[in-house]
């Protein structure tokens, strides 16, 4: 316990690495089409009041909690004198090797893409050529496997390196890269004709579409877009020295996440309606709309492989996130950072196995309804992570307030602002998540 524990270069580096554990697959790929699947706008302003309530104030939670015992997930409870709720670190171990396991199926799918458009595979390709091109790509049996398991060595790679000149490093330089990138496609994808009724629908809200499921997939997908409930953030909180702004570091962070959903959203929507696809696809939306469009514009064949890069990167800086807290927790245990990184990493390649079969061999294994795929996304998203943060606020708003406040209004003003963030740590957090989960799970009605 007497090692240096390693520290964030600056601020801003915190910043940014958090942004791209935030920023990720669920952002560009996910946001998107479930957007897509619920109804649109309506989907979208539920899914930001979420964001900028719970969602917000549990991810200044988890930093400051992090900060102020500069310890993983399992081990802070301890240290803050409630090892019971340390229970919050040991899900998100399980949380965090279940949603690795779907992640790095879809993140090794990037890097086909990368390949296939840099080798002009895609070239003269409409709509319909495409969405039976991804669909047999990922029913094949050992490809999407190897493209996986190359994801999860890139993800050990980066963790093997370390806090400052791995994961911040990558952070500072690709973050803003992306979001460049993202308005291009934004740009091309509004000006296509008949982008206008992609637009409608990602902008005139139809409240008919909502019901308790559509609630939960976007309290899950909040929880899952700001990378909460599982100790991530905590854990990257943990690397913080005492000096800086926790709250406005997480407002940034949650605008920056924000920004980019909202952007990818209007990169893929209206190129869909232009294209006459459907927007409820599902996964699938973002690998076969976006090709559409890079097929369909100037420089496509540039765009095309550079954007697949991006979001391989996006990904990677997101899937690191979920490997840290694992070395985090481990090496209290007196294992290595290589030992846990490398052993980790396996365990996740092997449990990407079942996922990525759950497109082929494995489409008719269904558990609860649900392929091993879509189970790994459910029980994590919709249900683990809204717990994890549900725990999380009681535990910053009820066990340790003075703490809490103390940390988070370092000169001791007690503003408005921390007074709302207690409020709804205390009552609007636990009351809401609780009530979602039980509406989403069919159990109470509304
Ligand atoms: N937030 C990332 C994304 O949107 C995924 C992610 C990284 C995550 N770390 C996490 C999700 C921790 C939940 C918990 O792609």
Redesign the pocket.
Known sequence: MSIKREHWGSRLGFIMATAG???????IW?FPYMAGENGGAAFIIIYLALVFTIGLSVLLAEIMIGRSTQSDAVTAFKKLGHGGFSVVGYMGIA?AFM?LSF?CVVAGWTIAYIIKFASGHFVGMGGAELGAEFGSFIAAPVKPILYQGGFVILTVIVVLGGIANGIERAGKILMPLLFVILIALVIRGVTLPGAERGLEFFLAPDFSKITGSTIMAALGQA????????G?ILTYGSYLDKTANIGKSASQVAFLDTLVAILAGLAILPAVFAFNMDPGAGPGLTFVTLPAVFSAMPGGYIFGPLFFCLLTIA?LT??V??LEPLVAFFSTKGFSRAQITIASGFLTFLMGIPCSLSFGLLSDFKIIDRNFFDLMDFL?ANLM?PIGGMLIAIFAGWVITPLAIREVSGEGDHGLLTKAWIFILRFVAPIAIALILLSGLDIIQF
């Not at 554990?21 to 952002?27: F, H, K, P, Q, T």
């Open positions: 554990s935030a920023i990720g697959l669920g952002n996910k949380a949603i992640y929880f899952f877009s700001l990378s909460l409930g599982m991530a990904a997101s899937s996130s979920l994590t992570l």
